[in-house]
């Protein structure tokens, strides 16, 4: 029997569009690997590939019987109930204690009624059959979806809940083999904290791709590094057994290391390409022929003159074939890092005065702020568990819903832009450079070219935005905000789908950003390094 994952020369493409190459992994019973790259760099196809939901186009996978996926949106059948995902997911330790009963039925004291028994007791015992229910109860309360009734279809849920039922659902399952696409999204602190306990007693192989960098530094022992631009994955770290290492802040260190290697191979190689080519069309050429022939002496100057052109011509290969070479292999030029510098703001700045003021707002059980302002430069993170009513929270400083009572003033001429979680674009059909020129207009995109934020990869500029993933997604919703930037710059859960090197860029522009920033987020790792000010909310109130 298997208890390792084994991907051996992983390839696969959709059309003419290659997401892996020739992708090797061992994965053994005790890692817990974390997969990290690129948006849309494969990551999420991996997984199914590892999971046998989706076949490579090259190689093979070897994988435990029992594995099971969670998707990153949940799959479900129509008219699905809560209690029909956890009814699904016991059903193997259901069937072991029929098998249990059955077997002490049938005890009439030959061996092999005994020794049936004692089968089915050992294998109800390995599932610890007698701990489903409560397990059961400890998983739905930790991940927050106790209060849901069993007879709710899916469907009538919220994503997050969806998300957090089918997680639920997967651990009670218990299949020897674990692989999660970005399962902490949804999940607060408690919720985090309990996934990661889950993990690290976790009796088989783990990989979960995942943008949540505190949570890859505390649960995962390796990291393997799908990158686009390299054949197969960088793995980093040793297996370790059940102990985490701060493997994502080495990662980082190395990383960082890896990027000022680039740049500086990349400046030099850039001195050595200028060089090379004024050798080719200027020095090379140049030779000191003297002052001219003599009367008595021509002959020899028709000699030396010929000698010359043979060493220029000789200088010009050497110089044009060191010149081809570099040219041939360099090194790619460092993909830009995001930043709002040298964006045009589109309009005037309001520098002075306060941009938003609420006061008493109000609305049916889900929001109470008593006061809250917005001022021209804030940078305010609003904390709080899921459900707490961040999002409504920014839903409301972005006008889009309706209170029961008090006030929210805006600044006249003020523009205010929201980066939803869930991003939904009403033409999926168009291309992502389709959608951003509709978007900010013919003038702006001319002025400010979608490619020129280094937030879509070239070659994914014409893809129909339904074809992107999650991830680049919310990539091109967030090239619509920062292609003119507003006044006021709401983002709700801004890390979740992004990668990660994305999401540490985004935070380190958003200091920079011109003009005000409120951040709703439950991601640890960014609330540990913000420097701005901060607030909570609880159950819809705002918190000092």
Request: glycine fraction near 8%; proline fraction near 4%; charge should be neutral.
């Amino acid at each position: 029997m298997t208890n390792h994952i084994r991907v051996d020369g992983i390839s696969h493409a959709y059309g003419d569009r290659r997401v892996l190459t020739d992708v090797g992994l061992i994965i053994d019973q005790s890692d817990r690997l974390g997969l990290i790259g690129e948006n849309g760099a494969g990551k999420s196809t991996l997984l199914r590939i590892m999971a046998g939901v989706e076949q490579p186009d090259v190689g093979i996978v070897s994988r435990p019987a029992s594995t099971g996926l969670l998707w990153q949106e949940v799959r479900h059948e129509p008219g699905a109930t809560v209690g029909d995902l956890i009814s699904a997911a016991l059903a193997g330790v259901r069937q072991l204690e029929r098998h249990l009963e059955d077997a002490a039925s049938g005890l009439d004291g030959s061996p092999a009624a005994n020794e049936r028994y004692s089968d089915a007791l050992a294998a109800a015992e390995r599932a610890d059959v007698w701990g489903t229910d409560a397990r059961m109860a400890e998983a739905i309360a930790k991940l927050g979806v106790d209060g849901i009734p069993f007879e709710r279809r899916l469907d009538e849920v919220s994503g997050g809940q969806r998300s957090r039922l089918a997680l639920a659902a997967l651990l009670l399952e218990r299949p020897t083999a674990l692989l999660l696409d970005e399962p902490t999204n949804h999940l607060d602190d408690s919720a985090v904290a309990y996934l990661r306990d889950q993990l690290v007693r976790w009796q088989g192989p783990v990989v979960f791709a995942s943008h949540d960098r505190a949570f890859l530094d505390e649960a995962a022992t390796v990291l393997a590094d799908i990158d686009p631009s390299r054949i197969g994955v960088t793995r980093f770290g040793a297996s370790t057994g059940s102990s985490a290492r701060a493997v994502f802040s080495d990662y980082l260190v190395a990383k960082a290391a890896e990027r000022k290697r680039w740049e500086e191979q990349f400046e030099a190689e850039k001195k050595e390409e200028s060089r090379l080519r004024v050798a080719v069309n200027v020095t090379a050429r140049t030779l000191d022929t003297g002052s001219g022939p003599r009367d008595n002496d021509k002959f020899l100057y028709g000699f030396k003159a010929g000698n010359i052109a043979r060493q220029v011509s000789r200088r010009v290969r050497n110089a044009q074939g060191r010149l081809d070479d570099l040219v041939e292999h360099r090194v790619r030029k460092p993909t830009e890092v995001l930043s709002f510098a040298g964006i045009p703001h589109g309009s005037h700045a309001l520098d002075d005065g306060t941009l938003i003021t609420v006061k008493d707002a109000r609305l049916a059980n889900r929001l109470d702020v008593a006061a809250f302002t917005v001022e021209p430069r804030s940078r305010m993170l609003v904390a709080g568990a899921n459900g707490a009513g961040k999002s409504t929270m920014l839903g409301m400083l972005a006008g889009r819903l309706a209170l029961d009572s008090g006030t929210v003033s805006r600044r006249k001429g003020l523009r205010v832009a929201l980066l939803e979680q869930d991003v939904r674009f009403p033409e999926p059909h168009r291309s992502a450079i389709a959608t951003y020129e509709a978007a900010v207009g013919e003038c702006r995109a001319g002025d400010v070219p979608l490619a020129s934020l280094g937030l879509i990869a070239p070659r994914d500029l014409d893809r129909p935005v339904a074809q992107l993933s999650i991830g680049q997604q919310r990539r091109l919703a967030l090239a619509l905000i920062i292609a003119r930037p507003p006044h006021v710059f709401l983002l709700d859960e801004p890390t979740n789908h992004l990668s990660l090197a994305l999401a540490t860029e985004l935070e380190d522009a958003l200091g920079s950003y011109p003009g005000a920033v409120v951040v709703a987020s439950h991601d640890r790792w960014l609330r540990r390094r913000w420097s701005g000010a901060s607030v909570a909310m609880s159950d819809g109130v705002l918190v000092a």
